[in-house]
């Protein structure tokens, strides 16, 4: 019935920064994604849209001038828009990561994860499961990865089942045993809608939230596009906020018993 497709920017260890992102829909709604895609990249004259490679110029983008690349942006983003029913994302500096993670105790280290994209997911489940709570849903739910994303390792070991049972992840997720996949994004076309939400977070850490710039007001107008009227909750992990939430989860550990 529902369907996570997830993308990851940062997993390279050249990255500063750790992003995890995805789109939630149901399949009704991915069907129809999919064939906007299709019909923009048959009009438009490119078959795989990745984000990184539009923003660049790199072929198929090439020679596309401004209002060719507005143009297709904006229709691609109407798409999402139109057929997703929520995006989620978290997005950590590294080194903010490496200095506070090991000061912790080591219950809460423990739930923070090992890596920087192991976090920056298990934050962004954190999200997904208030949110279908707070939705009273009850219903499966697939989780769906960019096979050739670097973080794979540290997905299979979140999705391990020992860790979905520690976090009761059927009632909370609505994952089930071998309820999350690796598919290629050039084939699966939601996987490039995650990767449209990636790269728009990673860009909006750098250039708006590193610079204490305003949030709202500082936005790109493409990442604007994505986020107007529209069910996202995103998580901009700075050092300040980073500490706030760790002092959240050790109030809820201990309030359960479990320091």
């Not at 219950?107 to 090992?114: A, N, S, T, W």
Request: charge should be positive.
């Amino acid at each position: 019935m529902y369907t996570s497709y997830w993308d990851d920017s940062g997993t390279d260890s050249s990255c500063i920064l750790a992003i995890a992102a995805c789109y939630i829909s149901r399949k009704s709604g991915w069907d129809r994604f999919t064939d906007a895609m299709f019909r923009i990249g048959r009009e438009e004259g490119f078959e795989t849209f990745h984000m990184a490679d539009f923003a660049s110029g790199a072929k198929p983008f090439d020679g596309w001038d401004q209002y060719k690349k507005e143009r297709v942006f904006q229709r691609i983003a109407r798409a999402i828009n139109e057929n997703k029913l929520a995006g989620f994302g978290v997005a950590i500096p590294k080194n903010v990561f490496d200095r506070v993670v090991p000061t912790l105790p080591e219950k809460i280290r423990k739930k923070c994860g090992k890596h920087h994209y192991t976090f920056a997911v298990k934050a962004t489940l954190s999200m997904i499961a208030k949110w279908r709570a707070e939705s009273e849903m009850r219903l499966p739910m697939q989780y769906v990865f960019d096979r050739m994303g670097k973080g794979r390792g540290e997905i299979m070991e979140i999705f391990d089942r020992k860790n979905l049972r520690d976090w009761d992840s059927t009632a909370k997720l609505g994952i089930e045993p071998k309820g999350y996949s690796f598919l290629n994004k050039a084939e699966f076309k939601p996987l490039q809608s995650a990767d449209v939400l990636a790269w728009q977070m990673n860009w909006h850490m750098r250039n708006v939230i590193a610079l204490g710039r305003h949030c709202a007001d500082d936005c790109h107008p493409h990442f604007k596009a994505l986020r107007l009227d529209q069910e996202m909750r995103l998580g901009f992990m700075t050092e300040e906020n980073f500490m706030v939430t760790i002092g959240n989860e050790l109030r809820a550990m201990e309030k359960n018993g479990e320091t």
